[in-house]
């Protein structure tokens, strides 16, 4: 492979494939199935401490699989399929067959089942809250209940956006977006001359046209509640539609007017916690109930400690303003966090391979992995279930990269010391596999056939082979093949399928039902000779005004709540007894934030979100060789930058209690004072000191639950301070 050139139908193609070229054939590829020597000498604790230092041994691919395949029999054996953990984390090809993630639990549940993870890193204490709120699960709402871009168009008079629209997170989707369309409609809602409110503590979250409030980080509820207040005292609460279609409203009233814990919630009130002068807060209030307004939530509000609350604020705002049910008005969540929300598709199924049933019921929310490892047998709370967590001996990884997208990686890496034995499927020598014990080396999507399809695109693809094999790659479903026979399932695993017959059997059951709806789709040879057609699916008909229905009629079209309605405060929530929230949305001040004491220590609070040259860590090993790309950029506000008297590309050290990463100062006035950002993508590379040397930022992030109601992460509740690389290491970290 030699270029990649962008889609002839793509109106905004991002470069992001530039790099794939030299990615494929880059010197970090895994070559060979590779065993750690201290794991392999079998010593003791076969040398748990030196992962992540110990060198591999290359062997044979029948001997590998021999010991692997012996190793999963030996624990399955003496402490059962409940001891090994299927950590693979989505994001992998965008072939609908070659999903690592598919591949590695069909395997596992082949074989008697693991103990699996739940939710996402992104959207964790949502898919925990949404539920309680809307009665629908978070995904369901976000791809089949919000308005399109073409409806926001035609109706929305100002778009508030919490966290802002990001035509930069967009590029990217759940197996693959091919039509990029979020720049696009930003600009035409400009132009029309909509109200573009962005509020959060970066301008460039999105459009620079948008009028910018540069919120402190995590104080987002707090301005919704100040915004409530203003709405509820000057008489501009929809009464009517409360009545109607919520429940609790009478409760939380009590709480905002302060009747609850004596502090009334009010615009002044608000000013100190967000930065938001009052004037501002009531002026947007004004705004908001005078216009057909459309509330829109980025998801980087709910990776920080108490993330539930504002995607709960948000829609008791929207509720007060009365816009839920009516076109371009009303709540949205996730536009520009990734490519696909908000155009309008008439939903097909997908091409997704069966993985079977797992018989072990065990399960720990996704972002909870170092605390597991850490501390089995230990009682935890999640959504109002006390659990237990497992006692691992296996890690089997397959698709992902938890050196890259896990909180407090110092922490991780002593939990990283815990199994017995980690497994991993890697096409490059990332910290994850330096830090396993077997690596299986893997081909990438442009090693082997497959077929493009994501439910959020209209498009479908042939994806042929574009090169061999680098090395002795091989394809995740061959290896786990070859290791279900060796454990005596391999007919359970394969079915006697090859992987051509498995994608022409999953092909023609998505043809099958794509008639059912309607809609025609080629045979598979007929795709290969074309290699993609847009299916008719896409258009403004396939979008109808999300609870319209409801709204029009709330007792014939109920809610799945138990009150049949929005609730705004939830009796179950309630009955869970967790202080952090009394069954309606509440501000509680993080544990790290500007306004509390830990400010004193580390005065700058640390933002982290998407890179905008790939997906989380994707291609990283390529994009690390271009010159001045590493360490990765700290931006930074020009007065914060002044006192430390740091320049604009000078090299620094970023750190706090938890670790150091060494960064590239940016200096720009389009962030707010007292804040910094750095992009994720990274690889994990400590130096002799412990300080990371690419930029990492979760070498710094802080791994807590949001709360014991959704237990996401919390990336976005973290404090540090930056210094003058110059000037030596900073001190060592303190708690």
């Not at 990217?172 to 369309?181: A, I, K, R």
């Not at 429940?247 to 939380?252: E, I, V």
């Not at 690419?694 to 802080?702: F, Y």
Request: charged share 25%; glycine share 10%.
């Amino acid at each position: 492979m030699v270029a990649a050139a962008p889609f002839s139908d793509d109106p905004n193609p991002p470069d992001i494939s530039d790099i794939l070229p030299a990615a494929i054939h880059h010197r970090t590829r895994v070559l060979h199935p590779s065993i750690r020597k201290g794991w392999l000498d079998g010593r003791g604790d076969r040398a748990r401490k030196r992962r992540g230092q110990d060198p591999f041994v290359e062997l044979p691919w029948d001997e590998a699989l021999d010991i692997a395949a012996a190793e999963l029999e030996r624990v399955r054996r003496e402490h059962g399929n409940g001891a090994i953990f299927g950590g693979s984390y989505g994001w992998a090809s965008a072939g609908r067959f070659h999903h690592a993630l598919g591949q590695v639990h069909r395997f596992l549940n082949s074989i008697g089942g693991y103990v699996a993870s739940v939710a996402s890193y992104s959207t964790a204490a949502a898919q925990a809250i949404i539920p309680h709120v809307f009665g629908m699960p978070f995904l369901r709402l976000l791809w089949g209940h919000q308005n399109s871009w073409p409806m926001i168009e035609a109706h929305t008079e100002t778009l508030v956006m919490f966290g802002g629209i990001s035509p930069k997170n967009s590029q990217v989707s759940m197996g693959g977006v091919t039509e990029h369309q979020a720049l696009g409609w930003l600009e035409r809602y400009q132009a029309k001359g909509m109200h573009l409110i962005n509020i959060g503590p970066q301008r460039t979250d999105t459009i620079a046209s948008s009028k910018w409030l540069p919120t402190i980080p995590g104080t987002d509820t707090a301005l919704m509640l100040g915004l409530a207040h203003v709405l509820e005292t000057e008489g501009l609460v929809d009464r009517a539609f409360l009545e109607r279609c919520t429940t609790g409203y009478d409760r939380f009233r009590r709480y905002l007017f302060g009747e609850t814990d004596g502090e009334s919630k009010s615009p002044e009130w608000a000013t100190g916690i967000c930065g938001i002068e009052a004037g501002e807060i009531r002026a947007l209030a004004h705004r908001m109930a005078g216009t057909r307004t459309l509330i829109t939530v980025a998801w980087a509000l709910q990776r920080g400690q108490n993330g539930e609350q504002p995607y709960w604020m948000a829609a008791v705002l929207a509720a007060m303003l009365g816009q839920i049910g009516l076109p371009g008005g009303g709540i949205g969540y996730g536009y520009g966090a990734i490519g696909g929300v908000g155009v309008p598709l008439k939903r097909l199924g997908g091409l997704r391979l069966p993985q079977g049933d797992n018989p072990v019921a065990d399960a720990i929310p996704v972002a909870r992995i170092a605390d597991m490892l850490l501390n089995p047998g230990d009682q935890y709370e999640f959504n109002g279930q006390r659990r237990v967590y497992p006692d691992i001996r296996l890690v089997y990884w397959c698709g992902g990269n938890p050196f890259h997208h896990h909180q407090d990686l110092g922490r991780l890496s002593r939990a990283w010391e815990k199994p017995d034995t980690i497994i991993v499927h890697e096409p490059w020598w990332t910290a994850t596999a330096k830090r396993a014990d077997i690596v299986f080396p893997a081909t990438t999507p442009f090693e082997r056939e497959d077929i493009g399809r994501s439910p959020n695109d209209a498009y479908l693809f042939h994806m042929g082979r574009l090169v061999e094999p680098v090395g002795e790659a091989r394809d995740d479903y061959e290896i786990f093949t070859d290791l279900a026979r060796r454990l005596g399932t391999g007919e359970v695993f394969s079915e006697g399928r090859t992987a051509a017959d498995w994608q022409r059997h999953l092909y023609d059951r998505f043809r099958q039902e794509a008639a059912r709806l309607g809609v025609e789709t080629p045979g598979l040879d007929e795709l290969r000779r074309r290699n993609w057609v847009k299916l008719p699916i896409e258009g403004a008909e396939y979008a109808p005004v999300p609870f319209a229905a409801f709204r029009e009629d709330p007792l014939a079209h109920p809610l799945n709540t138990p009150s049949g309605r929005l609730e705004i405060y939830s009796e179950t929530i309630a009955g869970f007894g967790y202080d952090e929230c009394p069954g309606h949305p509440v501000w509680r001040a993080p544990d790290e934030w500007l306004g509390g004491p830990s400010a004193a220590a580390y005065p700058l609070h640390l933002v982290s979100p998407q890179p905008g040259d790939k997906l989380h860590s994707q291609m990283e090993s390529a994009l690390a060789d271009i010159e001045d790309a590493r360490p990765m950029p700290v931006i930074m506000n020009p007065e914060d930058a002044k006192a430390r008297a740091i320049r604009d590309g000078d090299p620094v050290v970023v750190f706090n209690g938890r670790g150091r990463c060494r960064a590239r100062a940016r200096v720009s006035d389009h962030i707010r004072e007292h804040v910094v950002a750095i992009s994720t993508g990274a690889w994990f590379d400590p130096d002799d000191h412990d300080t990371d040397r690419q930029g990492n930022p979760n070498v710094l992030t802080r791994d807590i639950g949001t709360s014991r109601i959704g237990q996401g992460c919390s990336a976005h509740t973290t404090l540090v301070d930056v210094a003058r690389q110059e000037r030596g290491h900073p001190p060592e970290p303190s708690t």
